[in-house]
C-alpha cells in the first residue's frame, strides 16, 4: 500500500471530508479518520484537514495507506428481473442526467419491511443507463397506499442537494384528494401538532397537544376545489411540514376525512358506491433543479381516483407537460 491522491469531483462539492471517507473507505472508521487527521496523515491541497472540513470539487485530497483498503469489492448486486425493468421504467415521467421522477401506483411501497418483497427500491438498478452508472436514490418517500410523484438522484452528489432543498422547504409539493364531507372555511391553513403512537407497520399518528412533549410541529394548507354538495369534496392540499401521514390525519382533523383511507377516518372514510381506495395523489413539485432554474412536474391521477371524479363531475384538466427554468 502506499499514498495516494485523489481528486473530489462535481458530485462531491460540498461533501464533509469525513462523509467523503465513507464513501471510498467504508470500513474506515470515524476514530481511525480522526486519528489519520489529528497526525497530518490526511490532507486537503496539501493542508492539514480536520473530518469536518467541506470540500469542493477539483481539490486533492491525499490519503495515507489504510489497512484493509484493497479487500475485496462486495458481490455485484444480483440481475433485476427484466418484467421489473419495464415495470420501473413505465413509472418515469421525467428524467435528466440527474434527476428522475416517477408516478408511483397506489399499493406499491417505497421501500421494504417485514413481509414486503416487490417495492421501488429494489427496482432502482432498472433505471440505470449504463451498468457501472450510480444507483439513483430516493430523494423522499410517499405512503404505500398513496399515488402520485416519487423524486430520485442520479448521483450521491445530487440526492444531498436535493434533501437541503426538502429540508430548507424550498419545495412546493401538491398532493391532491377526495375527502367525505366538505371542510370550512374552503381554504385554509391546519396548525395541528402530531405524534406517533406505537412502532413498525401498525404505528399512527394522531392528533398531540401541543403541551405533549412528543408533539411535532405539523402544518398542511388546503383548498376546496370543487365539491358534490357536502357529500364528497377535492383538496388540494400543500405540506409545510414532513410528518408521517400528516395530510391523512389533518383530513382527519378537519372532519373530512380522506377518501378509501384504510388507516384513518374510520367508517366515515368508506361510503359506499365508490372505489374503496385512499383518494389520495401527489400531484406536482416544484423544486430547485440541482443545476439551476426550477423544475415543475405534474402526474395523471390513477385509475380509481379517474372514475371517483367522472362519477361526482369533476375536471382534473390536461395534465401538464414538466418544465423546467
Known amino acids: 500500500m502506499s499514498v495516494v491522491t485523489l481528486t473530489v469531483s462535481e458530485d462531491e462539492a460540498d461533501i464533509r471530508l469525513d462523509r467523503w471517507f465513507r464513501r471510498h473507505y467504508p470500513h474506515l472508521t470515524q476514530g481511525a479518520l480522526q486519528k489519520l487527521c489529528r497526525t497530518g496523515q490526511v490532507r486537503v491541497d496539501g493542508k492539514r484537514a480536520e473530518t469536518s472540513t467541506r470540500l ?13 483498503a484493497s479487500r475485496p469489492a462486495p458481490p455485484p448486486r444480483p440481475v433485476l428481473d427484466e ?6 421504467r413505465g413509472m418515469v415521467i421525467y428524467s435528466d442526467d440527474q434527476v428522475i421522477v416517477l408516478n408511483k401506483p397506489a399499493g406499491l411501497p417505497v421501500q421494504g419491511g417485514p413481509g414486503i418483497i416487490h417495492h421501488v427500491d429494489a427496482m432502482l438498478d432498472g433505471l440505470k443507463d449504463q451498468d457501472d452508472d450510480p444507483r439513483p436514490r430516493l430523494v423522499h418517500r410517499i405512503d404505500r397506499d398513496t399515488s402520485g410523484l416519487l423524486l430520485l438522484a442520479r448521483t450521491p452528489g445530487v440526492a444531498a442537494k436535493l434533501a437541503a432543498s426538502f429540508r430548507g422547504r424550498d419545495v412546493r409539493k401538491t398532493y391532491w384528494a377526495i375527502v367525505v364531507g366538505r371542510p370550512s372555511p374552503a381554504s385554509g391553513v391546519i396548525d395541528q401538532p402530531l405524534a406517533r403512537l406505537g412502532a413498525g407497520p401498525g404505528a399512527l399518528t394522531v392528533v398531540a397537544s401541543r403541551k405533549d412533549a412528543d408533539a411535532a410541529h405539523a402544518l398542511s394548507e388546503y383548498e376546496v376545489l370543487d365539491a358534490a354538495g357536502r357529500k364528497l369534496s377535492w383538496l388540494a392540499l400543500s405540506p409545510l411540514t414532513g410528518r408521517t401521514h400528516q395530510l391523512r390525519v389533518h383530513c382527519e382533523a378537519l372532519g373530512t376525512p380522506i377518501l378509501g383511507d384504510p388507516k384513518y377516518g374510520g367508517d366515515t372514510a368508506h361510503p359506499e358506491g365508490f372505489v374503496d381506495r385512499l383518494h389520495l395523489h401527489a400531484r406536482t413539485l416544484d423544486l430547485p433543479h ?30 401538464q407537460p414538466p418544465r423546467r427554468g
Not at 469542493?56 to 484493509?68: K, N, S
Open 83 to 88: 418484467r421489473l425493468v419495464r415495470e420501473i
Open 56 to 68: 469542493l470539487p477539483g481539490q486533492a485530497v491525499r490519503v495515507p495507506p489504510i489497512p484493509g
Open 290 to 319: 440541482p443545476a439551476g432554474g426550477r423544475l415543475v412536474v405534474s402526474a395523471d391521477l390513477p385509475s380509481h381516483m379517474r372514475e371517483t371524479f367522472r362519477q361526482l363531475g369533476f375536471s382534473a384538466g390536461a395534465t
